[in-house]
């Protein structure tokens, strides 16, 4: 059998010194996260970060770095996650447009918040990518080829 994590997208958005999260409910239990989900198949993982982002927060974002690659296994399922974290910024917000389902809310949140409700956060990944991202980490977005 071979050994394959989900391939997930996060997006690190940044405004006014809070980030952009998502509240969602993951077997029952509220999780805070980033705009974040799977690749889909025949998608670029530029293409899935923009589009999880506005189907989590109604927000159309902007790409403009990586800010990390990180591995994590789920220490109670055991499954792994290869998530590729972005940073940008977002325009254009849709108020009037229904989330995804098992998103509740899409809120604005410093990471003195985020670190308050720590219990909450869906993975250790989460504070990880903010951190990186408020230590400057930024790789181009050219590191990233998609072959034919």
Same mark, same amino acid.
């Given at each position: 059998m071979v050994w394959k994590p989900h391939t997930t997208v996060a997006a690190i958005i940044e405004?006014?010194?809070?980030?952009?999260?998502? *509240? *969602?409910?993951?077997?029952?239990?509220?999780?805070?996260?980033?705009?974040?989900?799977?690749?889909d198949p025949d998608e670029s993982l530029i293409e899935a970060v923009i589009r999880e982002t506005r189907e989590e927060t109604a927000w159309q974002f902007i790409p403009e770095a990586i800010t990390g690659i990180y591995l994590w296994k789920h220490?109670?399922?055991? *499954?792994?996650?290869?998530?590729?974290?972005?940073?940008?910024?977002?325009?254009?917000?849709?108020?009037?447009?229904a989330l995804d389902e098992g998103i509740q809310a899409a809120v604005w949140k410093t990471r003195d918040e985020?670190?308050?409700?720590?219990?909450?956060?869906?993975?250790?990944?989460?504070?990880?990518?903010?951190?990186?991202?408020?230590?400057?980490k930024r790789f181009p977005m050219d590191l990233l080829i998609n072959l034919p």
């Open positions: 405004r006014d010194n809070k980030f952009l999260m998502v *509240e *969602e409910l993951v077997q029952g239990k509220q999780v805070i996260n980033q705009p974040a989900g799977h690749l220490p109670g399922n055991g *499954e792994s996650f290869l998530r590729i974290a972005f940073c940008g910024s977002c325009k254009n917000h849709n108020a009037s447009q985020l670190m308050q409700q720590q219990p909450k956060l869906r993975s250790p990944m989460v504070i990880n990518c903010i951190d990186d991202y408020l230590a400057g």
